[in-house]
């Protein structure tokens, strides 16, 4: 964990030379480009810049042919001047500020990495790329905490509240975090001038509706409904020829991830390709621009993704497709009170009728609730509003960035420890005993549930109990040791419903939102309080809305005490029971049930179990 200091640099920064500020715009894909494209005509028009555009390969090989090749055929289609990236570039162009296009520093190659642009002097700027609404708690890591967004100069958020996630969930704060509106609003501005009539000419005057079904399917379905609804959505549109239309434009990795997770073959895809085929009046959109589907469709049933915001901003009515188990929406998943949602398959069919006879009564609510979601500025353009920004703080001298300190020594000496670990128990055997008789009484007050996850499993004793009140359970532990054992006791007693991870909470990759959250003597753990406060925000992505959060922790009923065993490395917080409470109640949470398990008058302690509900 780091924290996010202003400070004023070593003097690579400074004003631009010539009174000209230099911006670079690095490319990997047409669908990327949307998010950057005023902000580079805003520049291109100014004569306080010179902008020169990189395209770039992506180096994640499923997608660099394609991406590039797309990318390059709409640079050339725009007459948009652009080179093609080399080593060296950033030694002849040096750039004041370098738009990175996405917060996936190794989709770059190394020599216009993060690493090399700082070594090189420029300011780091990033648009996120999507307008993104993804809940669960690995999404809040790569929406907000990946090292673009903790090392950026600046970050250009579509709305107050979007700044206020990256409070939550980035490690840097939001000094760096600027609210302009997202430069997609820019184009959908002009989305009369798009030509459609590739998709006009099929629609053929027939009510089209839009389908943009997400990437990440099959047994646990995380963003798309794709599985869950498809059949349904084509039953619907082919009993409906003659008088509806439907725009199919999948994901790009939605085809490609389903192979990958063996959720279908390449025979079984190709048989869905030609049953979309033979459906006149089902079209297959897979071209770089999503613009002229924009256009054409009446409206739009998606999952949670870019599309779901961006498709908002045009008036245009909304479903969202929601899968059984998927992560729903990051905190501002009270847009879905402004649009309508799928519950069931029957919820396609009146809302595919209800926009073909022109009803729409959430139009209103939509067109209120736009500026809290999408900013727009007062006058101009979002592109205009960022170069700007830009002009005004490079050529005052701007050199104010992000710089990150290491995280509390004893925290490090904590997370050693523990990853390290191969067994986890510190106290008689009674007391472990009891621990369990507690847990599998509140697990049987509270479940049963759906989904759970034990965050800081240990050998999985504890998750065990937790599996046999929840269909699926998700476990992860820093120490693979640990996990080894877990496995085998699982193994040994029949236990199929528990998936084992070695991931750590202080850097969620893979965990995702869940009925129940379990975390049991782990946050003593983090001992610095910057990295206790992001796990609180990681454990409260995690629960869905509604749902529990069980902790167990030592605390002190005075101040707070580090415990402290140099023979075998062990560290530990116990904070004062009170601010702990305050911690999560801060952050979302209320308390609903604490169970005492052990407690020491004289020396102020006591351990027990927490259940907090995620309001």
Request: a negative charge; proline letters at 5%; one cysteine or more.
């Amino acid at each position: 964990m780091a924290e996010a200091q202003a400070t004023r640099g070593d003097g690579r920064f400074g004003g631009p030379r010539d009174g000209v500020v230099r911006v670079v715009f690095l490319v990997v894909s047409a669908t990327v480009w949307p998010s950057l494209e005023s902000v580079w005509q805003a520049c291109s028009r100014d004569p306080r810049f010179i902008a020169r555009v990189i395209l770039t390969p992506n180096r994640f090989p499923d997608r660099q042919s394609q991406e590039f090749h797309q990318a390059r055929a709409m640079l050339a289609r725009e007459d948009i001047p652009f080179s093609y990236a080399y080593e060296g570039v950033l030694d002849d162009f040096k750039p004041d500020v370098v738009f990175v296009p996405s917060p996936y520093d190794e989709m770059l190659p190394p020599f216009l990495g993060l690493d090399a642009l700082e070594a090189a002097g420029a300011r780091i700027a990033y648009v996120p790329y999507g307008l993104e609404i993804g809940g669960g708690g690995f999404n809040m890591q790569y929406q907000f905490n990946l090292p673009v967004q903790q090392r950026a100069w600046r970050i250009f958020a579509r709305s107050a509240s979007h700044r206020r996630m990256f409070a939550r969930y980035c490690e840097s704060g939001t000094g760096h975090v600027v609210v302009t509106g997202p430069p997609r609003l820019d184009r959908l501005a002009r989305l009369d001038e798009c030509d459609a009539s590739h998709l006009e000419a099929r629609i053929g005057g027939r009510t089209a509706l839009l389908w943009t079904p997400h990437f990440k399917d099959g047994p646990s379905a995380l963003w798309s409904s794709f599985g869950r609804f498809r059949d349904h959505i084509l039953e619907t549109f082919a009993a409906r020829a003659k008088t509806h239309a439907l725009i199919f434009r999948p994901h790009p990795l939605l085809f490609s991830t389903l192979r990958a997770d063996r959720y279908w073959t390449p025979a079984e895809e190709e048989a869905f390709r030609q049953r979309l085929a033979g459906i006149d009046n089902v079209i297959l959109d897979e071209s770089g621009s999503y613009l002229p589907a924009f256009k054409a469709a009446d409206g739009l049933m998606g999952d949670a993704g870019s599309f779901l915001l961006e498709f908002f901003a045009t008036g245009k009515p909304l479903l969202y497709l929601s899968p059984e188990d998927g992560v729903g929406l990051n905190d501002d998943a009270h847009l879905l009170d402004q649009l309508y949602v799928c519950g069931d398959a029957e919820d396609i069919p009146r809302f595919v009728d209800q926009v073909a006879a022109g009803e729409d009564p959430m139009a209103e609510r939509r067109r209120q609730a736009l500026p809290e979601f999408l900013h727009r500025p007062d006058s101009g353009t979002v592109g205009e509003a960022i170069a700007e920004h830009l002009a005004e703080a490079v050529l005052a001298g701007d050199d104010i960035r992000v710089r990150r300190f290491p995280k509390d020594a004893l925290h490090g000496k904590a997370r050693e420890y523990w990853s390290g670990a191969t067994d986890t128990y510190l106290a008689t055997p009674d007391y472990y005993d009891r621990q369990e008789e507690a847990l599998r009484e509140v697990v049987a007050r509270h479940g049963p549930w759906k989904t759970a996850v034990d965050v800081g499993c240990g050998d999985g004793r504890y998750t065990l109990v937790i599996a046999e009140k929840a269909e699926r359970v998700t476990a992860c532990d820093i120490s693979p040791k640990l996990i080894e054992q877990a496995r085998q006791q699982a193994h040994a007693k029949g236990a199929t419903n528990v998936d084992w991870r070695v991931e750590s909470l202080d850097e969620v990759r893979t965990l995702s939102r869940y009925d129940l959250c379990c975390c049991a003597g782990v946050l003593s753990g983090f001992i610095d309080i910057r990295a206790y406060a992001m796990a609180i925000s990681s454990l409260r992505a995690m629960t869905r809305p509604q749902g529990l959060l069980i902790t167990k922790e030592s605390l002190s009923r005075k101040q707070q005490v580090i415990a402290r065993n140099p023979q075998t490395g062990y560290v530990a917080i116990y904070r004062n029971a009170h601010d702990y409470v305050d911690s999560f109640v801060q952050q979302g949470f209320e308390l609903v049930e604490k169970v005492l398990l052990n407690e020491n008058q004289q020396a102020g302690l006591e351990n027990a179990y927490f259940v907090f509900r995620r309001v």
